[in-house]
């Protein structure tokens, strides 16, 4: 039986923690850029320990104003301080819960910046430099993320995204167009069992591409994330694949 952990972005202020840690294994913890605060870290980060649900943190541009999903001309510098800073902030919750920090994921504008730009990806290494090679980061599979990181003598895991639509450079086609988002639980069940299954996975444009994943993204924030991930949890044994936990 194949394995797949199951993955959430989390703590940003849309509440359903509580609802979706059941049926997950791993989360991505806002930690101050996008979202969060350090009352919804400790309150997210109680909840993943008694869920069982392995935790990341989920560092982002500097840009609550447009929950992290518009890409900044900043100083490299300020960047590198920026993103250790929202590391920091959920590693010492974690620490004082007797917790480990199980991995680091990029949101929004940030993660799709770096799947794609060499030099943004090796100043985002460089902030990373102490969690390697012990801490995984989530990267896209093919990106200009992943090269670098596993250059730089990073651990990684690749993600692949079970509610979004895909193009055919495996870039993800934009919220801005209303295919983005995938709400129904069975297109998302057909399309994980499609990435573990078979490498694949169908593009907008309905031709497929191939795909890697150790883990899968269903995105908190979307309005259906709760009907999804139960729906997975209860389907996805039905195709010889089980959650890791």
């Not at 703590?11 to 919804?40: D, V």
């Not at 400790?42 to 935790?55: D, F, H, S």
């Not at 300020?78 to 929202?86: F, G, K, R, S």
């Not at 974690?94 to 991995?103: F, I, P, R, S």
Request: glycine share 6%; charged share 25%; net charge negative.
């Amino acid at each position: 039986m194949d394995k797949i952990d199951i993955n959430c972005d989390v703590g940003e202020g849309i509440g359903n923690e509580g609802e979706l840690f059941p049926f997950i294994s791993s989360c991505n913890i806002a930690c101050g850029g996008h979202a969060g605060s350090k009352r919804t870290m400790i309150e997210t980060t109680q909840l993943a320990k008694q869920w069982g649900v392995r935790i990341g943190a989920h560092p982002s541009y500097p840009d609550k104003e447009n929950f992290g999903r518009v890409s900044m001309d900043i100083a490299e510098n300020l960047l590198i301080e920026t993103i250790q800073e929202q590391i920091e902030s959920l590693a010492a919750i974690l620490t004082e819960e007797g917790l480990d920090l199980h991995h680091i994921k990029l949101h929004g504008a940030l993660y799709n910046d770096v799947a794609r730009d060499n030099n943004l990806a090796l100043t985002v290494l460089e902030a990373l430099e102490k969690h390697k090679p012990e801490i995984p980061i989530y990267v896209p599979y093919a990106s200009a993320m992943a090269t670098e990181a596993i250059n730089q003598g990073f651990s990684i895991l690749y993600e692949a995204f079970g509610d979004r639509r895909y193009r055919s450079d495996l870039s993800l086609v934009p919220r801005s167009l209303p295919e983005a988002v995938i709400k129904d639980p069975k297109e998302v069940l057909q399309q994980v069992v499609s990435i573990v299954k078979s490498g694949k996975v169908k593009l907008s444009n309905e031709d497929s591409t191939n795909i890697l994943a150790d883990t899968i993204c269903i995105h908190g924030d979307n309005p259906f994330a709760l009907q999804i991930v139960s729906y997975l949890s209860q389907e996805l044994p039905n195709h010889n694949i089980q959650l890791k936990k």
